[in-house]
């Protein structure tokens, strides 16, 4: 088969490896004329329009009940914990199981890639994590890894308990990712979840800064398995559909991973994650008690040296003036990040025949032409 797509099998789970370079055959809100803000997105409207960044993708089918997955970022080509990256997280609601957080908060760097799977499977995904930084070469001494990994629950289509992601599913993830475009909806980590009571699922989005601005790139990825009142470009699709949250039990949470190549430091980079937050509330997210709400930012633009002589990072930052530019962008692309996910998303049957209907497209998209929000 192609190298980009292969199927595999391992202890009877049927399972598929999907790199960037498998698009969606489904048509995105943009090519329906839906236009999320007023900021143009880079050329594939992708987190992978951040140079350097690569995605790969593990989903896992099997039979009638196991609808999980893995879905891993890569910011850049070095060797992540030797050359670790400037970054944040921004909690909206801690009911979530986030491997990894207090080094990062406390340090303001990642040292591993950032792997998102259900919420059972994040030790499995986090040894897994462990054997990919301890076999890259130049970590042949290292005694200590940060593993970064986030989760949302897919135990209403996916038999959760089962815990059926592997340390190989990870591993293939990390191995098989690629730059180009991500595939969205049903894939990786995304492949059971449930948003706004519709499928949900992995979407992406980016936003290119104007050279007046800086030229940066702004790319989020987004596992939505939240509640709420669903909206698009401000028309209140869950209302008009009937479907919303206290009318329905619409619960769950939303992983939000934002890189770019503007050189901020990690207290630049908080400020940044907090506005991805404000992205999912323009959606209609409503960060409720069961919620895990989890933004993780990144600046690709420089590294830091885990071993180094010198005593002092030397690194050009940009200052509080000039970063407003690249929060407008983070919301952006957050909230589209997350609509893609639905449109992309198709209707699923998984564990004890729950089903999870998609999104009916066909009625979202007449009450945005009557809203005159498609152009």
Known sequence: MASFFRLMLLSGIGYLVSTGLLAQPVKRPRAYGIHLGVLPPGPLNAITDVPGVRVGQVTIQEGKAIRTGVTAIIPHAKNQFQQKSPAAIYIGNGFGKLMG?????????????????????????????????????????????????????????????????????????????????????????????????????????????????????????????????????????????GQYAYRDKLDGSCMMVVLTDAPLDARNLKRLAKRAFMGLAKTGGIASNGSGDYVVAVSTAYQLPHETRSSFDENKVLRNDDVSSLFMAAIEATEEAIVNSLFAADTMTGDQGHTVEKLPVDKVLNWLKQAGQIR
Do not use: M, W
């Open 101 to 241: 957080y207090s080094q990062v908060e406390e340090l303001g760097t990642l040292e591993t890639p950032i792997v998102l799977t259900n919420t059972l499977s994040v030790p499995t995904v986090a040894d897994a994590l462990i054997d990919y930084t301890l076999r890259q070469p130049g970590n042949e001494q290292v005694r200590s890894v940060n593993a970064l990994v986030g989760e949302t629950n897919d135990g209403f289509l996916n038999d959760i308990r089962g815990r059926h992601v592997t340390k190989q599913h990870v591993l293939d993830a990390l191995e098989q990712a690629q730059s180009g475009p991500v595939r969205e909806g049903n894939v990786g980590a995304g492949t059971g979840t449930v948003c706004f009571g519709f499928k949900g699922g992995i979407g992406t989005s980016s936003r290119k800064l104007p050279a007046s601005l800086g030229g940066y790139t702004v790319g989020v990825l987004v596992q939505t398995n939240f509640g709420g009142v669903l909206q698009i470009a401000g028309v209140p699709i869950g209302e008009k559909l």
